[in-house]
C-alpha cells in the first residue's frame, strides 16, 4: 500500500510494501496465463516475461494512470467488504491496469482479438435482462453468469439498480485518458445509469464530490465472483464493475 507520505506528496510508483503476496494472488487469479514470478519478471505460460517495476518511483497520478507497471496495480488496497464511504484522494483501488498483461490475456480489441472470444450471458433472466456479450477468457463469462443468477434473486427493490444494463464490451479507452478500460477487454459490466453517479458528470473533475446510490447488497453480491466496483473509486464510477480477483485476495469464489 502507498505510504502516507508518498499519498500527501501525490507521489506514486513505489512497490507496496505487500508486493509479494499481491503477485502471488496475481499468479492464482489467473492461471490459465501466469506461469509465475520469476526474479523480477510475471512470467506468462506462453513465454513472454513482463518486467514487475519499471524503476520509477516518483510518478505523477496521471501517470500511474497512463504508464503503470505491474506493481502500480497494487498502489492502493481494494476495499472489499467495507461500506461505501468517500475514499481518500486519487484512491481509485484497480482503476491502473498493465494494459499488456491484459491485452496478453484477454487479446486487443483494435485487431478483432477480444470478440472472438465473446459470450453471451443471461442477464437477470428472472425478470427478462436480455442477453449481454462478455469474454470467455479467465471464465469472466461463467463468473457473470452466476453472478446474475445471484443478483436475480435479490429483492425485488434491488433490480431497478441492475435493469437495463447500460453495456459490457466497447473497444474504447477510459474517457479522459489513452489508457484501455476494462470494457475493451469485455471484462466489465455498468449497470443501470439512472441510479448511477460518475466523477466527471458533477462539474468539478479537480475535486470529485463522491455520492453513490447503488446498495451494498449489490456490491457484495459482484465481489463474491471476482468482480470489483468503481464506487470504492476517488474518481467514482458507481455503475462500473469489472473481473478482478486478484485484488480480492483470495476472497471472492470461482464463477
Not at 191 to 203: D, L, P, T
Request: hydrophobic residues 40%; contains cysteine.
Amino acid at each position: 500500500m502507498m505510504s502516507n507520505a508518498a499519498r500527501a506528496q501525490n507521489i506514486y510508483g513505489a512497490p507496496p510494501a505487500d508486493i509479494a503476496a499481491r503477485l502471488a494472488g496475481l499468479v492464482r487469479a489467473y492461471p490459465d496465463f501466469i506461469a509465475r514470478v520469476e526474479g523480477g519478471f510475471l512470467a506468462m505460460r506462453d513465454g513472454t516475461k513482463f518486467p514487475i517495476f519499471d524503476g520509477r518511483s516518483t510518478k505523477s497520478f496521471n501517470e500511474l494512470i497512463e504508464q503503470p507497471d505491474i506493481d502500480d496495480m497494487f498502489y492502493a488496497a481494494y476495499p472489499a467488504g467495507a461500506a461505501p464511504q468517500p475514499p481518500a484522494k486519487n484512491a481509485d483501488p484497480g482503476r491502473v491496469r498493465f494494459e499488456p498483461l491484459f491485452i496478453a490475456m484477454y487479446g486487443d480489441c483494435h485487431k478483432g482479438e477480444v470478440t472472438k472470444r465473446l459470450r453471451a450471458v443471461d442477464w437477470l433472466p428472472a425478470h427478462h435482462g436480455g442477453k449481454v456479450m462478455v469474454t470467455s477468457a479467465n471464465g469472466v463469462d461463467q463468473a457473470l453468469a452466476a453472478a446474475s443468477r445471484d443478483l436475480d434473486r435479490l429483492p425485488e427493490g434491488l433490480i431497478k439498480y441492475l435493469h437495463p444494463s447500460a453495456g459490457t464490451y466497447n473497444c474504447r479507452a477510459i474517457a479522459g485518458s489513452s489508457a484501455r478500460s476494462m470494457h475493451a477487454y469485455a471484462a466489465a459490466i455498468d449497470i443501470n445509469v439512472a441510479y448511477s453517479a460518475y466523477w466527471r458528470w458533477g462539474g468539478h473533475p479537480d475535486a470529485p464530490a463522491w455520492t453513490n446510490r447503488i446498495p451494498f447488497e449489490i456490491v457484495e453480491t459482484f465481489r463474491r465472483h471476482g468482480f470489483i466496483w468503481g464506487g470504492y473509486w476517488y474518481h467514482f464510477d458507481t455503475m462500473h464493475f469489472e473481473y478482478r480477483p486478484e485484488l480480492l485476495a483470495g476472497d471472492a469464489k470461482p464463477g
